[in-house]
C-alpha cells in the first residue's frame, strides 16, 4: 500500500527497524517483522501503514498524499495535539487547527525488540515556536508497538513549574472495503453530530455508513469493533486516556474539496479515533497522562 512512494533504505537501525527516504529526501522509519509491517513519517511522527503478515491493511493512506515536511499528511494517523480541531478560546486566538505536533518533526529515540514485536519511540520537546503557542515545557512520547496488532501510546510529561490543560487525537484513519460493508459497534447511547452544530442525538451503539459523518461519541466503550464484511474481518479497537471516540468520512463532497484526497477515496477509508475532546487534561508539574489507541 506504501509502494507508489518509492522509498529506498537510507540507514539500518536494527534487525527489523529501517530509515528510508522518497526521491524528495523525507525521512521514513519502516518497521517489519514476524507480525507485521509498519511506515511511520519522522514529520508528526505519523503512522502511514500497518499490515499483519497476510492480510489486506488496517491503515487507509491517500493516494495523493502530500509528503513535503510541511503540510500534515492526509491518511494514517496523525497527532491531533495539544488541542483537537480548532483550539478553545482559553488557549489564544489565531492557532492552528489541530496544534502543532502533526506538523513538527520529531525524533527517533529508540528501537527494542518485545517478544517478537517491535517497540519504537518518537520523542517531541519545546521550542521557541512551541511556547509562543501553547506556553509550557513538555516532553511528548509516541510509543509504537508493531506486533499483531499496532499499538500507539501518547505520553504527554509537562516539564513547566504551572499545570499544563491538553486536548488532543489519535486521529486513525482506518482502511475499509466499502462504505456499505463496514459498521462500528461499541460506540454507546449518544453522541454530539458536529455537522448539526454539535446536536446531542440518541444512538443505538452501532454505526453503519450512508452520508458524511463528523460526530463525537461521549459515552463510547474502550473496546470498540469494525467488522467489515467485504474485507470479511472484525477489527478490534482498544482505546484509554480518551472521553471521546470521533467518527469522520467526509463522504463524496468533502472528498472531492481536498487536493490531497482522490475523490473517491471516502469510499475505502473511515475515521475511528481516540480523542480528548470534552474537558482539557490537566496535567500537573513534573506529571504525565497517556492517550492510547490499539488497533488489530
Not at 167 to 181: K, Q, R
Request: net charge negative.
Amino acid at each position: 500500500m506504501i509502494e507508489h512512494l518509492g522509498l529506498t533504505e537510507h540507514t539500518r537501525v536494527s534487525d527489523t527497524t529501517k530509515i528510508m527516504v522518497d526521491d524528495q529526501g523525507v525521512e521514513f522509519v519502516l518497521v517489519e517483522n514476524a507480525f507485521s509491517q509498519a511506515c511511520f513519517t519522522l514529520h508528526g511522527a505519523h503512522l502511514i501503514h500497518f499490515q499483519q503478515a497476510a492480510k489486506a491493511p488496517l491503515i487507509w493512506l491517500s493516494k495523493t498524499a502530500i509528503f513535503d515536511n510541511k503540510k500534515a499528511i492526509r491518511g494514517g494517523v496523525p497527532i491531533c495535539w495539544p488541542w483537537f480541531g480548532a483550539a478553545p478560546a482559553s488557549f489564544g486566538a489565531n492557532l492552528p487547527s489541530h496544534g502543532f505536533a502533526r506538523n513538527s518533526l520529531w525524533q527517533l529515540a529508540e528501537t527494542k525488540e518485545v517478544d517478537g514485536a517491535t517497540q519504537i519511540s518518537f520523542k517531541l520537546t519545546d521550542t521557541k515556536a512551541s511556547l509562543e503557542l501553547w506556553p509550557h515545557q513538555f516532553e511528548l512520547t509516541l510509543v509504537a508497538t508493531v506486533g499483531e496488532a499496532i499499538d500507539l501510546r501518547l505520553i504527554t510529561h509537562n516539564q513547566s513549574e504551572k499545570p499544563a490543560p491538553y486536548l488532543a487525537a489519535l486521529h486513525t484513519y482506518l482502511n475499509i472495503s466499502a462504505p456499505e460493508h463496514a459498521k462500528v459497534t461499541g460506540l454507546g447511547s449518544q453522541y454530539l453530530d458536529s455537522l448539526a452544530g454539535k446536536q446531542q442525538k440518541a444512538s443505538t451503539g452501532t454505526l453503519s455508513i450512508d452520508g458524511a459523518i463528523d460526530s463525537l461519541y461521549t459515552q463510547a466503550e474502550p473496546s470498540l469493533t469494525l467488522s467489515d464484511q467485504g474485507l470479511q474481518r472484525e477489527v478490534a479497537i482498544h482505546n484509554e486516556g480518551n472521553d471521546t471516540v470521533v467518527v469522520w468520512t467526509p463522504w463524496i463532497e468533502g472528498a472531492a474539496a481536498m487536493a490531497d484526497m482522490p475523490d473517491d477515496g471516502y469510499q475505502t477509508m473511515l475515521c475511528v479515533e481516540s480523542a480528548i475532546t470534552q474537558q482539557a487534561v490537566i496535567i500537573a508539574p513534573g506529571e504525565s497522562h497517556t492517550l492510547s489507541t490499539r488497533i488489530g
